[in-house]
């Protein structure tokens, strides 16, 4: 397997914790809307960042509540993909 740093934007880590998907704003999405009610959310270094977008996870396969993500600014490498999300849709 060939790992680029320039695909880190693709990859995403599966979060047993995180309440719905988070996404980096590179993540490839689709149906990106501006966020009506924003998310705030504590990333690791403690700060507080809001989402500014809603938006589908490029993954038609999925049931449609599954695919529903929010993209935080704040995220500087990896989305996180809510293991919750995808048990509960």
Known sequence: MDIKL?????WAIL?????SHFLVT???VVDIVPAVNPLTVT?????RVQS??????????L???AQIGHIVPGL????LVSVIKLCNA
């Open 52 to 61: 500014t977008h809603d938006c589908k996870l490029a993954i038609p396969e």
């Open 6 to 10: 320039e695909d880190l934007k693709n």
């Open 43 to 47: 990333i690791p270094d403690g700060s």
């Open 15 to 19: 979060d047993l914790g995180a309440t």
């Open 76 to 79: 500087t490498s990896h989305s």
């Open 26 to 28: 590179e993540a490839l």
């Open 63 to 65: 049931p449609e509540k």
